[in-house]
T-cell receptor, first 117, second 112 residues
Framework: GAVVSQHPSRVICKSGTSVKIECRSLDFQATTMFWYRQFPKKSLMLMATSNEGSKATYEQGVEKDKFLINHASLTLSTLTVTSAHPEDSSFYIC?????????????FGSGTQLSVL | GENVEQHPSTLSVQEGDSAVIKCTYSDSASNYFPWYKQELGKGPQLIIDIRSNVGEKKDQRIAVTLNKTAKHFSLHITETQPEDSAVYFCAASSGGYQKVTFGTGTKLQVIP
């Protein structure tokens, strides 16, 4: 099956610093990638849709200047949490779609646990 | 928008028993229903999916059933094993991969 690699798996940073999370599709090209946030014992909350070569589409309530998304190639999307604060601490997950209008399958990265001190 | 409810939130079964997780959805236009397994500290993994033109699908010990009229679908795991312990999420989509709504998750514990 399709493989999505996400790095780092865990990051601890000081308040006020920025953190970049990478999401790579290893064996397929992904024109669309998605970024989610997951709180403990909760479901996945879609933050934004990342489209290769264009601006990301953010869900209501998600600050685009806070969570910068770049999808510069067909295999890489990055999420940068800018000026991180303790309330940004969470589990962040990406997913990628292999393409094809009749293919609905999504493949997920392994997640990144962000802890802001 | 779509609303997906999932029950139970936690489920404990003895090894070898069956486990059933149920979901309901609100949007009658939903036509794709995937199930994901998430282990602690990892991302969700697609384990089985079903489209609205099919009532049941089986893959070894895992099966999914869909009742379009009642707008509910279920995951059945037979002969459960300790490695089945994880959080399971159902999801529904009316717009392919672009509009996937996840359920609230079920933590399954298989007791050896």
């Amino acid at each position: 099956g399709a493989v999505v690699s996400q790095h780092p798996s865990r990051v601890i940073c000081k308040s006020g610093t920025s953190v970049k999370i990478e999401c790579r599709s290893l064996d397929f090209q992904a024109t669309t990638m998605f970024w989610y946030r997951q709180f403990p014992k909760k479901s996945l909350m879609l933050m934004a849709t990342s489209n290769e070569g264009s601006k990301a589409t953010y869900e209501q309530g998600v600050e685009k200047d806070k969570f910068l998304i770049n999808h510069a190639s067909l295999t890489l999307s990055t999420l940068t949490v800018t000026s991180a604060h303790p309330e940004d601490s969470s589990f962040y997950i990406c997913s990628a779609h292999p393409g094809g209008s009749t293919n609905e399958k999504l493949f997920f990265g392994s997640g990144t646990q962000l802890s802001v001190l | 928008g779509e609303n997906v409810e999932q029950h139970p939130s936690t489920l404990s079964v003895q090894e070898g028993d069956s486990a059933v997780i149920k979901c309901t959805y609100s949007d009658s236009a939903s036509n794709y229903f995937p199930w994901y397994k998430q282990e602690l500290g990892k991302g969700p993994q697609l384990i089985i999916d079903i489209r609205s033109n099919v009532g049941e699908k089986k893959d070894q010990r895992i099966a999914v059933t869909l009742n379009k009229t009642a707008k509910h679908f279920s995951l059945h795991i037979t002969e459960t094993q300790p490695e089945d312990s994880a959080v399971y999420f159902c999801a529904a989509s009316s717009g392919g991969y672009q509009k996937v709504t996840f359920g609230t998750g079920t933590k399954l514990q298989v007791i050896p």
